[in-house]
T-cell receptor, first 113, second 116 residues
Framework: GQQLNQSPQSMFIQEGEDVSMNCTSS?????WLWYKQDPGEGPVLLIA?????ELTSNGRLTAQFGITRKDSFLNISASIPSDVGIYFC?????????????FGKGTKLTVNP | NAGVMQNPRHLVRRRGQEARLRCSPM?????VYWYRQLPEEGLKFMVY????????ESGMPKERFSAEFPKEGPSILRIQQVVRGDSAAYFC??????????????FGPGTRLLVL
């Protein structure tokens, strides 16, 4: 089945530092999404990317949809303590019309004040 | 503007009992998805439904699991004769399909199932 390889698995940074995480796949995805999950909660959408090469920002977050459609990265600039959480990449590909999401295993971010 | 609602938030069942998880999609959304998340893992797709139709159940275990999304009321994920391995967080997501372009899926807070 389709898989997304997300790295790094975890990150420990100081407040104010920039963060970068990425996802790669051996198969093509038509949409890339980045979600954040806080403990005990559901994933919250951060950024959605619909076109190859697309670069999108949401405040201090920037994400890009790779040209090959097989990768995406998420950058967080000037991290703050509330950035703590687990970040998931997810992708969709057309398979008979179903738009199920395939998720990476997540990047656990810890920000030290 | 209510988001995706799920209840209960926490559910404890003994082995062999039935678990019923409910999901009310966002207003105006007609597509519902169920995902399962094990500790320290990403979400895994289970089933995709539209009103009164199962579109894709390729991620559902063949036995004991079923899902429905009736014309009226919430979507239900039903697990019969639960086993300890069913313990997980179950998330529902909804979206609004717009022709060729599907809007993003928005997730509920999840139901945490613990099987004793």
């Amino acid at each position: 089945g389709q898989q997304l390889n997300q790295s790094p698995q975890s990150m420990f940074i100081q407040e104010g530092e920039d963060v970068s995480m990425n996802c790669t796949s051996s198969s093509i995805f038509n949409t890339w999404l980045w979600y954040k999950q806080d403990p005990g909660e559901g994933p919250v959408l951060l950024i959605a990317l619909y076109k190859a090469g697309e670069l999108t920002s949401n405040g201090r977050l920037t994400a890009q949809f790779g040209i090959t459609r097989k990768d995406s990265f998420l950058n967080i600039s000037a991290s703050i303590p509330s950035d703590v959480g687990i970040y998931f990449c997810a992708g969709t590909s057309t398979q008979g019309g179903s738009e199920k999401l395939v998720f990476g295993k997540g990047t656990k971010l810890t920000v030290n004040p | 503007n209510a988001g995706v609602m799920q209840n209960p938030r926490h559910l404890v069942r003994r082995r062999g009992q039935e678990a019923r998880l409910r999901c009310s999609p966002m207003k105006g959304h007609s597509h519902v998805y169920w995902y399962r998340q094990l500790p320290e893992e990403g979400l895994k797709f289970m089933v995709y439904l539209q009103k009164e139709n199962i579109i894709d159940e390729s991620g559902m275990p063949k036995e004991r699991f079923s899902a429905e999304f009736p014309k009226e009321g919430p979507s239900i994920l039903r697990i019969q004769q639960v086993v300890r391995g069913d313990s997980a967080a179950y998330f529902c997501a909804s979206s609004h399909y717009m022709g060729q372009t599907q809007e993003t899926q928005y997730f509920g807070p999840g139901t945490r199932l613990l099987v004793l």
